[in-house]
């Protein structure tokens, strides 16, 4: 899955990733552990031909679906042409981020994990949104990565990932122009687990209000 991120760098960081000049200034400043529910950094060419960033709600509930906001969309079932999805695959985003957080253990005992790539390079995780420009940023236009099966070592942590792409992908990922069928042929090719190394954090980041810059730093 994909519980929490980390977005401890600047928007003009995480453009450079994907050789983007972006000068857009966002509030809000950086955030060291990012939940569902809020606002972060997202990169799109749903506003012009150059790459943009906005602050996009994290999570997806469209007008008619009586459950919560939905943070994850599962690879397979956007392949499977879901109706759920299918009306965004236009609409293509990458979520930019440090790392992201997991957990394991019973509830009442979680241990929350800090996965991240072993290059310190940012990752490109892929998304789906509702937003336009011009329409409010609420759960009806919010957005959700794209999760696919786990592997490796990583299955210990948790049996599903973001699809994290390459720099060349993620540009490829957010062409306007790129028919669906071709960008969903991209996130077939994610970066692979043996990429990421992941280590145990304080429980403390269990606290979506804990912004601390040492919500990555491992413990024993």
Request: charged letters at 25%.
């Amino acid at each position: 899955m994909c519980g929490r991120i980390r977005q401890a760098r600047e928007v003009i960081d995480y453009g450079e990733t994907i050789r983007a000049n972006i000068s857009t200034i966002l509030d809000e400043g950086i955030k060291y552990n990012v939940p569902p529910g809020t606002r972060p950094i997202v990169l799109h060419r749903l506003e012009k031909e150059s790459v943009q960033a906005s602050r996009l709600f994290w999570g997806y509930k469209p007008p008619w679906y009586k459950r919560g906001p939905v943070s994850n969309a599962r690879l397979a079932t956007i392949l499977k042409g879901s109706p759920f999805w299918n009306p965004l695959l236009a609409r293509r985003i990458i979520l930019p981020a440090d790392g992201w957080f997991e957990w394991t253990g019973s509830k009442g005992a979680k241990q929350p994990w800090y996965i991240s790539p072993k290059d310190g390079a940012p990752i490109l995780i892929a998304g789906l949104t509702a937003w336009l420009p011009g329409r409010e940023i609420l759960a009806e236009t919010g957005f959700a990565v794209i999760t696919d099966d786990a592997a490796g070592g990583m299955v210990d942590i948790h049996d599903r990932r973001p699809v994290c792409l390459t720099p060349d992908d993620a540009e490829a990922w957010l062409d306007p122009f790129a028919p669906a069928d071709e960008a969903l042929q991209i996130l077939s090719t994610p970066r692979p687990e043996s990429a990421f190394q992941w280590w145990k954090v304080s429980t403390k980041v269990g606290n979506s209000r804990y912004q601390l810059p040492d919500s990555n730093c491992p413990v024993s």
